[in-house]
């Protein structure tokens, strides 16, 4: 799977992360909310998830966790800058193939995308 759904609320992330992606050879779409993506229609498509944890309205945890229960989970990829006590488990739970800690680096996430594009994921439960 190389297409690749990306929601964060950071508009000069999203723009670096966009021109990365799409560098390595990925179909990349951007959205500033869960909600925008969802007014899009691109999830109707196959795609990886890059989802930002603390977002304003629906953060990623939350749209993970209604994807799963309607039977439309994706691959994730959550990407944070939280260090909250109890965050690391309740990822855990969702299954993402990786959790990258902000700032990551760029080979950090194509190397979660790889993963993600192969259909393998990390194991957090620690």
């Not at 964060?8 to 723009?15: E, I, T």
């Not at 969702?94 to 194509?110: C, N, S, W």
Request: proline share 3%; aromatic share 4%; charged share 30%.
């Amino acid at each position: 799977m190389r297409r690749v759904l990306l929601i964060d609320n950071d508009a000069s992330l999203r723009r670096a992360l966009v021109r990365l992606m799409r560098l390595a050879g990925f179909e990349v779409e951007a959205f500033a909310s869960v909600e925008a993506l969802l007014d899009s229609g691109s999830l109707e498509h196959e795609a990886c998830l890059v989802l930002d944890v603390d977002m304003p309205g629906a953060g990623g945890i939350e749209f993970k966790q209604a994807l799963v229960e309607a039977g439309r989970d994706r691959p994730t990829i959550f990407i944070t800058a939280s260090e909250r006590e109890g965050l690391d488990a309740q990822l855990a739970r969702l299954h993402p193939v990786a959790v990258l800690r902000k700032p990551f680096t760029k080979e950090d996430l194509l190397e979660a995308l790889d993963l993600a594009s192969a259909g393998g994921g990390l194991d957090l439960g620690h």
